[in-house]
């Protein structure tokens, strides 16, 4: 299974972008399609995820602020950042769990800055 992830690059503090991350391969058995991030000199960190029947977990600091979604036909998850501010600035990484394994996005750099 191949993760592309996309979407990512700078913004203005208020503003919005939307993550996209798109699975190749054998990718027919996902279960859980999530996003995480990871800030400079912070560990990763869960974003949001969302399950196969539609679950959704966010993390406290951006919900209401943050809506992930997945379309099945298209194996794809995205994540729709409202109202970014600088601390969440960092890489964003993509993650699928099917029922054998996990699989990890190449990374997108998201940075809010004025």
């Known amino acids: 299974v191949q993760l592309q992830a996309s979407g990512g690059g700078l913004v203005q503090p208020g503003g919005s972008l939307r993550l996209s991350c798109a699975a190749s391969g054998s990718s027919s058995d996902i279960n859980v399609m999530g996003w995480y991030r990871q800030a400079p000199g912070m560990q990763r960190a869960l974003v949001a995820h969302?399950?196969?029947?539609?679950?959704?977990n966010y993390a406290d600091s951006v919900k209401g602020r943050f809506t992930i979604s997945r379309d099945n036909a298209k194996n794809t998850v995205y994540l729709q950042m409202n109202s970014l501010k600088p601390e969440d600035t960092a890489v964003y990484y993509c993650?699928?769990?099917?029922?054998?394994?996990?699989?990890w996005g190449q990374g997108t750099q998201v940075t809010v800055s004025s």
């Open positions: 993650k699928i769990v099917t029922s054998l394994y996990a699989y």
């Open positions: 969302i399950t196969s029947g539609g679950f959704t």
